[in-house]
């Protein structure tokens, strides 16, 4: 902004403001910058065609089997439920829990030890289910009562 001393010299000064503001410059800078981002804004969106399927509900929906808990106790001792079983008859007890007419490998199968149970107990469980072909085996974390 500027300022105008107004009068002849000697006497009183009385200074007006200049309030005029070029704007020519700043509708400048405006109009280069719409023309920037109307250049680059088409190429910043990518658009990529999508051929999704639609959503349709599957005609006869099964149910799915409620998993089988497989627990090792502080003693070494494994439980399918209430039942006890051991290492050995582990995979055939699995399989008749499950109750399952097609292949009872293919079913999740939940793992859940004591925390005073050794590694080496638990991994032979572990070992025996992998070996036989469980593959769909989750481990809990949670207390045994």
Avoid: W
């Avoid at 658009?47 to 959503?55: E, G, K, N, Q, V």
């Avoid at 490998?105 to 004591?114: L, S, T």
């Amino acid at each position: 902004m500027g300022s105008k001393l107004s009068g002849s010299g000697g006497g009183k000064h009385t200074v007006e403001q200049n309030s005029d503001i070029n704007v020519t410059p700043f509708v400048d800078i405006m109009l280069v910058l719409l023309i920037i981002f109307m250049v680059a804004a088409p190429m910043a969106t990518v658009s990529i065609r999508l051929d999704l399927p639609p959503a349709i509900p599957p005609l006869n929906p099964t149910e799915v089997p409620d998993p089988v808990y497989i627990t090792i106790q502080e003693t070494g001792s494994i439980f399918i439920a209430d039942k006890q079983t051991s290492l050995e008859g582990l995979t055939a007890d699995v399989c008749a829990a499950l109750n399952v007419a097609t292949d009872c490998k293919q079913e999740r199968v939940f793992v859940r030890a004591d925390a005073e149970v050794k590694y080496n107990q638990f991994m032979e469980v572990m070992n025996e289910l992998q070996s036989k072909g469980f593959f769909k085996v989750g481990l809990l974390n949670e207390d045994i009562e």
